[in-house]
């Protein structure tokens, strides 16, 4: 597990980073597999080193699955779906942090439903951000795709 793609991402998280990404595991929204979160909650503590003798695959998994024989593919498929799971945040993450791009997906689906009043309501907000906002190309970008929903 040590030097893997997976603890190399998890270093890159900070002690709140971490922390949100717990909770966005936890979430039955993001996530529906209890092994995960046992997996995560295993882990946490080596955060962000990674690097102590007691971080194996096989002692790992003897706290995401108590009782079971280790099994490599097993071990693999939960890597996997935990590196999934890391992607997911950081786009979720990325995405809410950019508030012209949630937005204007925001305003597209507002249309797509036929909220014609919520839309007026949040786009009127929305205008206020947008005129308060350094006019750089990410403006004239933000704008162009505002404007055309």
Not at 17 to 40: A, C, G, H, Q, W
Not at 47 to 67: A, M, Q, W
Not at 91 to 103: D, P, Q, S
């Amino acid at each position: 597990m040590k030097n893997s793609q997976l603890t190399e991402t998890l270093s890159s998280f900070d002690k709140k980073e971490f922390r949100e990404f717990e909770k966005f595991v936890k979430s039955p929204y993001f996530n529906n597999r209890s092994e995960v979160i046992r997996f995560i909650n295993s882990i946490k503590k080596f955060h962000p080193e990674f690097d102590s003798r007691s971080l194996k695959d096989e002692n790992i998994f003897k706290h995401v699955y108590p009782g079971k024989k280790y099994s490599p593919v097993l071990m693999r498929k939960l890597n996997s779906l935990t590196m999934n799971l890391i992607m997911d945040f950081i786009a979720v993450k990325g995405f809410r942090e950019n508030i012209f791009e949630y937005n204007v997906k925001l305003f597209d689906k507002l249309r797509e439903r036929k909220l014609p009043e919520l839309f007026e309501k949040k786009s009127n907000k929305f205008n206020e951000i947008l005129s308060n906002s350094k006019h750089d190309i990410y403006y004239y970008e933000n704008k162009l795709k505002y404007t055309s929903i």
